[in-house]
């Protein structure tokens, strides 16, 4: 049966069989009837329209409340059925639901919704009325602990309306998580229960009940579980051969490029191209067969309709890893789809892996390969880059050649069709090269496994990801509140965090906030900060953006502030930020740090803050905040604020190992970042 929803008479039933307060209630068919049900259950009621077709009673005029009488419970019986009639000539009308008034409380939603990537999802937040205009909610990924619904319960806006607000009484806070606890098993151990609201659950200062609940099932859904997939050998990746089929002297042909990029490759290498013997002064050989020694790679740039056969040649040859560079699978539609199924039910035959096809390729600058037709390779470095977009790894590229920025590796993962994140994040995991892994994710087929196996390489290399789109289309279609509440982005969003992976906003912070924690310190042990700085205007601004970003600009103790009083001029800020003045010197700054270092048991992140000035060079300020950095195992973040007068200083900094900014905003926005993920 497809995706249907259950009457609020059986939502309520089945709810029930888990502990949740739900209100006396029955299901009439005539306004007699009505009038009998509503005394029995008790002045006054609530009638509700019952009808599959009509989802939001309340907008059909399908709700009426605060009945008081017999003839009223008459009256709403028949007012109900004509208003859903007007509403929805088509709709199926089932009878009319008479429940138990409950009292005004605190109106809260609890949600769930499947979500195609990761599975079954719960929702917490404000309710009623004001559910969508005030979206304050929150949400976990199941499986969740009670520790977690509390915290849920603990971390929305609202919260204080919970605890008692400007001289209101607490509510009850344990009834509400004993309940989250009892719905989270219910959605939990019911696989065909694939999306609900509970909207509103009022909330009293003792006890709770639910109001109103909608439940859709389907009882085709299979429920989502990570699934083991085994390593790809990591030599799969670090050919000692490649052959690129389809090369060309040709400048305009990407086999062109290809092999144009290729030419510094360390290890054999091997046109193929069947009109010519020679490409761009090697050797080309008819086929991969031809070539008479043994070929670890293939790259291939032939038209789509040819791969199929090539592959086939290719699993003949022996070739373990076949980047497919080519285009017009899937992403074509279904004759796509069709030739790529085909591509991969050949390699599979041989055991040959592949990535792509429809992708740029992989680089691995520290092994001089380089399978893309990017304008120019990159640096070697310590960070990987697996992107979902080809136009953005050439981007990425070509930016971080004027950025000084390296890689260990870089792949386009195109269409996925064998090769995906998860094996190479589990390459990257172990390449000895690399120290900070940035994801460009579009859209994640199997949520539970990538959660699995991120959330294990994030605890010994940190991992950054950019996601793009908020998945308003899926939003659209969503059925219920809750399906509109927490769009596919956010549940990205939760993803990450519970996997470790920093989300950032913007391609530029991305490489910040990996390079930060690239660095030999990784991750900063707390949020509790100092700022040191030489100028007053960038001290209040520090303040500002420590707090917009959730870093905690510490109170000096005592004896830091008496030590400091004893070192610095007598009209210094006394304070945090430390404003150590415009005329500070080289050796003001060394005393302020040894300070510091002395006492780094009560901070655990210091931000230096300099500016171009002719008392202290950049170059001055950078070996002192090194050798601040050698005193402390504590994170030290520079900022260096100007333009050229300040690259000397930055140089420096990026020599030694020390994060380096230049802009202040950015600086304390990309360690919010970070300490979103470590100390939510």
């Known amino acids: 049966m497809a995706k249907r929803m259950l009457s609020e008479f059986e939502s309520y039933d089945l709810l029930k069989q888990y502990g949740v307060p739900v209100p006396e209630h029955a299901i009439v068919k005539t306004a007699a009837e009505a009038s009998k049900v509503a005394e029995k259950i008790g002045f006054p009621v609530v009638m509700k329209i019952h009808s599959p077709q009509i989802i939001h009673k309340s907008d059909a005029g399908g709700v009426i409340v605060s009945i008081s009488t017999k003839q009223a419970a008459e009256e709403a019986f028949n007012k109900i059925v004509a208003n859903a009639k007007a509403y929805n000539p088509e709709a199926e009308i089932k009878g009319v639901i008479v429940e138990q008034q409950a009292a005004p409380g605190l109106e809260l939603i609890i949600g769930g919704k499947t979500d195609p990537a990761f599975g079954k999802v719960l929702t917490f937040g404000i309710g009623g009325t004001l559910v969508e205009l005030m979206k304050d909610v929150t949400l976990r990924i199941l499986p969740v602990s009670e520790e977690e619904i509390r915290q849920m319960v603990r971390e929305i806006h609202s919260y204080p309306m919970i605890q008692g607000y400007r001289g209101a009484k607490p509510r009850d806070e344990e009834t509400l998580v004993k309940v989250m606890w009892a719905i989270n098993c219910f959605f939990a151990e019911n696989t065909n229960v694939v999306e609900f609201d509970i909207n509103p659950v009022r909330l009293y200062e003792s006890g709770a009940c639910i109001v109103d609940a909608r439940i859709f099932v389907d009882d085709e859904a299979v429920e989502k579980t990570a699934k083991e997939r085994p390593f790809v050998p990591i030599e799969y990746f670090t050919p000692r051969s490649v052959a690129v089929i389809g090369a060309s002297s040709e400048p305009k042909k990407m086999g062109y490029a290809v092999m144009h990029n290729l030419l510094h490759f360390p290890g054999q290498l091997y046109p193929v191209n069947n009109k010519r013997p020679e490409v761009q002064g090697l050797k080309a050989y008819p086929s991969i067969l031809d070539i008479p020694n043994p070929v670890d790679m293939a790259v291939i740039t032939v038209p789509a309709k040819h791969v199929p056969s090539v592959v086939e040649e290719c699993g003949q040859k022996g070739v373990v890893m076949v980047v497919i560079i080519t285009a017009g699978f899937k992403e074509m539609g279904e004759g796509g789809k069709a030739l790529e199924d085909r591509v991969i039910e050949i390699a599979k035959r041989y055991g040959t892996r592949i990535i792509g096809p429809n992708c740029l390729g992989m680089i691995i600058p520290p092994k001089g390969i380089d399978t893309t037709y990017v304008h120019e390779s990159p640096k070697p470095g310590n960070i990987a880059f697996i992107s979902q977009s080809g136009a953005i790894v050439n981007t990425v590229v070509d930016w971080s050649i004027r950025q000084d920025i390296g890689f260990s590796v870089v792949v386009s993962v195109g269409n996925q069709a064998d090769l995906n994140f998860i094996d190479y994040l589990r390459f990257v995991e172990r390449d000895p090269k690399t120290k900070g892994i940035i994801l460009y994710i579009e859209e994640i087929q199997d949520g539970k496994t990538f959660m699995k196996v991120v959330s294990e390489v994030s605890k010994t290399k940190p991992v950054v990801a950019i996601k793009s789109g908020s998945s308003a289309k899926g939003q659209q279609a969503a059925s219920s509140h809750t399906g509109s509440l927490s769009g596919s982005y956010d549940v990205y969003m939760e993803a990450f965090r519970e996997s470790g992976v920093i989300p950032v906003h913007t391609l ?79 050796k003001r700054f060394e005393q302020t740090f040894s300070t510091l270092a002395k006492y780094q048991d009560c901070w655990d992140i210091a931000f230096v803050v300099g500016f171009p000035n002719l008392v202290i060079g950049s170059e001055q300020l950078a070996n002192q905040i090194t050798r601040f950095s050698e005193k402390t195992e504590n994170m030290i973040v520079g900022t260096l604020l100007g333009g050229d007068s300040m690259e000397r200083g930055r140089k420096v900094l990026k020599e030694n190992g020390i994060p380096t900014f230049e802009e202040l905003d950015f600086t304390f926005r990309v360690m919010g970042r970070i300490l979103w993920q470590r100390f939510r």
Do not use: C, H
């Open 508 to 586: 530029t912070g991305t490489f910040q906030v990996a390079e930060m924690l690239a660095t030999p310190k990784g991750y900063p042990r707390g949020k509790r900060a100092v700022v040191i700085t030489n100028a007053g205007g960038f001290a209040v601004l520090s303040s500002d953006y420590a707090e917009r970003y959730g870093i905690d600009l510490i109170s000096l103790p005592p004896k830091v502030l008496k030590e400091l009083n004893d070192l610095l001029p007598d009209f210094w800020n006394k304070n945090n930020p430390i404003d150590l003045l415009g005329d500070a010197n080289e």
